[in-house]
């Protein structure tokens, strides 16, 4: 059976480019160029994965978002035109697995689609297969084979790159991790160039740990790479 891709962006010459690089890969493309048409293909084509413009009319990407994530954990790349560290933070907050700005290369928008697909349904079968295994850090407990994170006993929601985080770092508390090393375990592919999705996932992700003190338990060591303290 195909992997079934959905593209929702109010411009044709988008979706066009992305169908073109995407069936070149032998992936099913479905479009919808509008809010309400996305979520209508969402329900009824059941795609394994949504790129999602945020400016659309009717419903904007965001609230697409927030709706789909009411029932389905599909992984979701924005493609947006909206470039700022706060659209980032903002649409990762709400949901979305990886953010790609406009102006963007094609091949890189398949490479991510490629790498998002392999992360999230190697995820699942990894959780059936997996014997019980809890990794623990202070108050914070990471069951692997429900991939979830507790806090004091209060689950924490992850997306799937903030699961693969979060073992990394549990699974060794107190080592200094460089950007590339996160990048290439979280997001399963090889590290070329800085990427900001790195620091906007980190941010996100201390934010989601503890919001008054976000430095608590991921520490920043300027010029090395990050460290999860004992």
Known sequence: MSVKILIADDEKEIRNLLKLYLENESYE???????????ELITKQKPDLCLLDIMMPGLDGLQVMKKIREESNIPIIIISARTADAE???GLNLGADDYIPKPFNPLEVVARVKSQLRRFYDLGSAAAVTLKEELKVRDLVLDTESCMLTRNGEPVELTPVEFKIMELFMRSPGKVFTKQQIYEFAWGDDFIVADNNIMVSISKLRTKLDEEDPSKYIRTLRGLGYRMDK
């Open 88 to 90: 980032r933070i903002l």
């Open 29 to 39: 493309v479905i479009e919808a160029q509008d809010g309400i048409t996305t979520l």
